[in-house]
């Protein structure tokens, strides 16, 4: 089970073949290794495990607002007072403003990591944001620190170790393998990119978004879907 980072220190070292840090890899150097694979597997795919919310008191009439902690331009939905907001491209957004200055249609957008939200809209109360963490760096001093695969998805880390070693056969001159610890490392996120993939098919889309919902036949019994409706030709 690899969930710490003293946990990723130690597969390192047992898979080089040596039982303790050396002249040729020290403390520093594996320290560094670490902290630039983890990066590299935190920013391989847009993770679920990096998917949250933040919230705050919406003040009306105020437009900008800044996240810390939110990666750049991923805030898929927002909601105030429990009102969801269409997300519109950036142009589009300065479009609508320019044109429609006092329209209250709650819309917004984001440039970088600001939000941008229609001041003018009818929506009051909490201001919640769903988007995309930036994953913390994982911190060599504290042996206890994990990784944002840590607590369920700990093929995650498995990678990161591969991609260490990729490193260290880089700086031994071994070419070929350190190549292959690195398309190692590739497989096993592509593997868990892939799992969750196939884990969002079976998400269904409401039907007012022109899904396909199941919906209980209280008459009849059974199920029947959408593409079943009786007017719908």
Known sequence: M??????????VIVKLGISTTTAFYTDT????????????????????????????????????????GLKTETVRILTIGEKRFQKLNFEDY???????????????????????????????????AYGQYAPVDIDPTDSSS????????????????????SYAMTKNKKSKEAENHHLKAVRILEGLEKRFEEEHYQYQTHPSRGGMFKRINVLDGGISDDLNKRDQF
């Open 2 to 11: 690899i969930k710490t980072f003293d946990d990723i220190k130690t597969s």
């Open 29 to 68: 150097i594996l320290d560094d290794w670490i902290q630039e694979s983890t990066r590299w597997a935190t920013s391989f795919s847009k993770w679920p495990l990096t998917e949250g919310r933040l919230s705050t008191t919406f003040v009306a009439g105020t437009e900008e607002w800044l996240f810390e």
């Open 146 to 165: 994990e990784t944002v695969f840590s607590a369920s998805e700990q093929e995650g880390n498995e990678a990161i170790v591969e991609k260490v070693l």
């Open 94 to 128: 300065q479009i609508f403003k320019e044109e429609e200055s006092s329209n209250n249609e709650r819309v917004f957008s984001d440039f970088g990591r600001v939000l941008f939200i229609n001041p003018s809209s009818d929506a009051s109360g909490t201001l919640v």
